[in-house]
Structure formats: C-alpha cells, structure tokens
Nanobody, 114 residues
C-alpha cells in the first residue's frame, strides 16, 4: 500500500531555513507527480508546491514563491522541500502527497517563532 513518511520539521526563528523530506513507498515513484501541502491551525489544507515526474516542472503557491524549492530524487523515492526565509505564517503541519492516490502521511510540524 502507499506510504508517505515526512521528516525534517522543527522550530526555527524567522528568516531561518528548514529542509523537509518525504520517503514514498508502495507505488512506482518515478511515474507520478508529487506535491507538498500544509495545514495551519484553524485553516484548510493548502497546496504549497508540486513537481513533475522527472523534476523538470515545478509550481508554487504565490505565498512561498522565491523562498521554497521542491525537488525529487527518483532513485531514492524521495521528494524534498527546501524552505528559506521562513516567516511565522509558514507555521503549519506539512504533508507530501502523490495527487493520484488518496493517502496522506502523518505530516511534519514546522514552527517559525522567535
């Protein structure tokens, strides 16, 4: 079955950086686009970034454009999210997801606070 395991979250000061990783299993990773979502307390889950099967195409929410970078390593079944210049409003639980499948991982908490 599809499994997604996110890691790399934590507490960081405003302006800091974090790198999130997601290891996928249960499907042929290189065949599918991947995405990162986030959900802040009291808010709906929102799409943050997406990447095509080969990594050649990426897209970002306006709120993170220029600060976040999504990438993937198909040899390691891993998708990553490099987050720079973090702001308090980036505080959320971050999830990776393959759009084709309904499965969500457990997420990883990112807290941006001084």
């Amino acid at each position: 079955q599809v499994q997604l395991v996110e890691s790399g979250g934590g507490l960081v000061q405003p302006g800091g950086s974090l790198r999130l990783s997601c290891v996928a299993s249960g499907f042929t990773f290189s065949f599918f686009a991947m995405t990162w979502y986030r959900q802040a307390p009291g808010k709906e889950r929102e799409l943050v970034a997406s990447i095509g099967r080969t990594g050649g195409s990426t897209d970002y929410a306006d709120s993170v454009k220029g600060r976040f970078t999504i990438s993937r390593d198909n040899a390691k079944n891993t998708v990553s999210l490099q987050m720079n210049s973090l702001k308090p409003e980036d505080t959320a639980v971050y999830y990776c997801k393959a759009p084709t499948f309904p499965t969500w991982g457990q997420g990883t908490q990112v807290t941006v606070s001084s």
